[in-house]
């Protein structure tokens, strides 16, 4: 994990370079540490900002002021759905402060990943791999979210193992009429004490 970290890091700060005015945000988490741990890998990355620039490391020893957990999937779509960042989806653990000043600078990241692709190949084959890059994940989205849905169902109605709507709405129903027969045997056993 570790030597995957160098150039994401790289990758991170030249991007960040692109945007001068997300750049200047980071100020506001100057030698601050946000951990993110990937549920899937079990694995957490510390980033710690340092003269606007995003040092990632592995390090267990390094005090967070934000922890955010969850799954790569929902982790990488942040990026294009900030407000996931308050999702079901994500844990987050410390100043919650720190984490609506996280979610700005997420809202207000301008990236063009053709322009960058450019520099490197060339405007001829900029868009074609932009476009790829981007039909690439819609297509890990969709896949994402077809396979939890076929998991749930299959467990539904094969294996029997989850409770479908209706099963869960008479449980509730059920919880509800013993709420109120506990409250009317509560308030006789009341009235029989007085």
Known sequence: MNSLLKPLALALNTTLAQDPETKAKLDLFEQHCIAI?????????????????????????????????????????????????????????????????LRDILEGFD??????????????????????????AGWAKNTHQSMQENIAEYLREETRILPDKSQIKDFLVDIDTLRADFDRLEARINRLIS
């Open 111 to 136: 990236f063009d990943w053709e322009q960058q692709i450019a520099r490197i190949t060339g405007d001829t084959l900029s868009y074609p791999i932009a476009h790829g890059i981007r039909q690439l």
């Open 37 to 101: 741990h990937i549920k899937d890998f079990n694995q957490t990355i510390s980033v710690i900002v340092t003269n606007q620039q995003l040092q990632l490391t592995t390090d267990k020893e390094q005090t967070a002021d934000l922890t955010i957990t969850g799954s790569a999937m929902t982790l990488l779509t942040l990026g294009a759905q900030p407000d996931s960042l308050f999702s079901s989806k994500i844990d987050i653990h410390g100043n919650v402060q720190f984490a609506k000043q």
